[in-house]
């Protein structure tokens, strides 16, 4: 494996950049974090829509959370990529696109559950306080409730970032060149170092992987051992009602 990693370092970490597309380790990453970026608000807006207290939000955005969560990543990577994308744009897309809006989707779905679980964690006293205190029922979620409920779930946040850099390698199947194309791109030229090859590629996921389930680990101890949050009276005033 020494040897693969000496004479292909280069291809591993970022493809064939600046000849060609970038990729590799770099893409992979790329692509978890734009994800994350992405999904976290949608997952917000979600999370908003399945608490909200109109009948048709609440059950539009249940349904789309249920759908996203019931179907394989996989079938919507290639819905979306073959032809959802296609039929809006009027021609296709690159497989950065594709795989970009499948994990913005995909994720946002989950992680709406998990804050919409953070936000319901909380005491319905802090949501009544900030109300007596003048806020609007958008404000208070914003400047309460949001940052105290999003504060519960930063641990499982990191956790998604983890699935997130996995579930990037399911790009290898529209010819994306991320961290598992370029190991297939090399069992192809190597030919019978199979097992040296697809080992090397388990590693390098978990040296990606690894480090994040241990920082998810010790946020999540030290947000359980802190101090509970500050009582309400502290709480900004409020700019006027949403």
Known sequence: MLE?????????????YPNGPLGGVVLTLLLALA?????LPAGVILALGLTSTWPAVAAASTGLVFYMRSVPLLMHLLWIHYLVLPLLMGHGLSGFTSVLVTLVIFNGAYLSQTIRAGMQALHRG??????AMGFGHLAALRRVVGPQAMRNVTPSIVGQLVI???????????????TTQQFLDLNDRLGNRSLQVFALLSLTFFALCYPLTLIGRWLEKRYTQSPAAPPMATAPAPEGKA
């Open 35 to 39: 994800g994350l970026a992405l999904a």
């Open 164 to 178: 997130l850099i996995k579930e990037t390698s399911l790009g290898s199947l529209i010819g994306l060149a991320e």
């Open 4 to 16: 693969i990693v000496h004479g292909y370092w280069l291809q591993i970490l970022i493809g064939h």
């Open 126 to 131: 802090q949501y009544e306080a900030a109300r």
